[in-house]
């Protein structure tokens, strides 16, 4: 078999996306599989669904210098031979320095149809909160390639689901959860076999 892609996938959090994408891991055939798992938060519930799977997981903690963090973060990946860095609920803004590093090779998943309700401040619940405010008929959520700009880089893929007048922040957050994590799996192994180019969507937005 083809050597699979190494995934070093950064979290804040709970970590539901990153077990979709380590029980991916598990199916033989997936192309990829999780190197290495990084939490800038110790309490960070996904530390421990890495630790269960077997996959080497560490904090490190936010520092006020990005660069520093930015470095430590590149050493351990570096470390794990991770090729591809998938933000799963990673609540940091990468430096430029590590965006440019990682060209391409940086993915992330954001509860929204983005462009719509993305940009900084625009993180968990906020981004639902903003949805039903705006009394928007659907949502859904996005994979995207990490460029300078927040949320702004490439389209990889995206899944819409309905937005229900009785909704709360929390029913929407549910049925869309659901969809993430269907479509990180799907996303990642888009990427990873080349069936979607970094280079090729970033043409085409720039069309
Ligand atoms: C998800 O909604 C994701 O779109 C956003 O942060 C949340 C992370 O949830 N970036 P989890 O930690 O994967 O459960």
Known sequence: ???RARLGVLISGRGTNLQAILDASAQPDYPAQVVVVISDRPEAVGLERARRAGVPAYVVPWSK???EFARQLHRILQRHGAEWVCLAGFLRILDSEFVDRYWGRILNIHPSLLPAFGGRGMYG???HRAVLASGARE???????VTA??????????VRVPVFPEDTV???AARIAEQE???YPEAIRRVVTGEVRFEELLAQ???
Do not use: N
Request: aromatic letters at 2%.
């Open 1 to 3: 078999m083809k050597e």
């Open 65 to 67: 210098d990005a660069k």
């Open 125 to 127: 619940e906020r981004v």
């Open 139 to 145: 949502s859904g959520c996005t994979v995207h390639f």
């Open 149 to 158: 700009e927040v949320d702004a880089g490439p389209v990889i893929a995206q």
């Open 170 to 172: 929390e029913t929407l």
């Open 181 to 183: 994590h269907r479509l």
């Open 205 to 207: 937005s720039r069309r």
